[in-house]
């Protein structure tokens, strides 16, 4: 194997990685230029793992699960928007909050419908990959963007759908508008709290599909799956300057980190606590550098 071989290879990883990192950041991005900081994309994503899941093991489609994650994530979202904006709740305590009644309400549901609180494993619709036959058989190029499985190209396509709605939709201006200056979307005769629920449920919907993408492709639903990742879009966030195209950026290279982190595990004879370390420092790195640019 070639090192541009070893290269497509690990790129053509970290674009699937990255797949879970582009939607909840995409997601997290509305509640962010709404003004509204969303620390629960964790428990939003752990959400829309386990019932994408089990919808999807139920009912045999993809597609179903794909749906009833983001719908259970959605409801999740408006319950924690409700309590934040309607009951006045602090905004940390109910991010922390979700945190921790997604884990707690997955594993109870797990025990109750699949009989075990650990790993559940089931059939599942494997994701096709719709160019794989044709364009994948391209030397390099073809296994890096062209081999990858449905869930990576959808979020493609609702990354660029959401820059389209923030920038070119009334909505997206609105939500902008609240975050900016909610006092003149008042005086303007409309609702700020209104546009600020919108955007967090519009956020539970994208971690909803963020979170099935972490277990329709494995086929199991692993507890606490999400490992980090509502967290790392957060600061992917921050990285790229509220924009949705840096944003891709950051959390490609988040991807990337946690890419070559895996590929070095059986590479370099480097203790394993280090290599898996690699994606977290990562992002250490890139919230201190981030923090120190808006600074200045």
Known sequence: MTWLDTLGGITASALEAMTPLLLAATGGLFTELAGMLNIALEGLMLAGAFFGFAAAAVSGS??????AGALASSLIAWIYGSATLRLKANVFITGLAANIFAPSVTAVLS???????S?????VPEPARPLQTSLGRIPVLGGVFFSQHSLV???WALAAGAAVIIYRSVLGTRIRAT???AEAVAAAGFKPDFYKLSAIIISGFFCGIAGASLSLPLGAYVPNMSSGRGWIALVAIYLGNRRPGRTALACFVF???????N???GQFGIPSEFILAIPFAATLIALSLGTSAKNE
């Open 62 to 67: 993809l597609l179903l699960g794909i749906l």
């Open 263 to 265: 590929y070095a595990q």
């Open 153 to 155: 190209y959808l979020s």
């Open 119 to 123: 790993v559940v494993a089931l059939a």
């Open 179 to 181: 975050g900016a200056r």
């Open 255 to 261: 991807a990337l980190a946690e890419s070559f982190s």
């Open 111 to 117: 025990a109750a419908w699949f009989g075990t609180r």
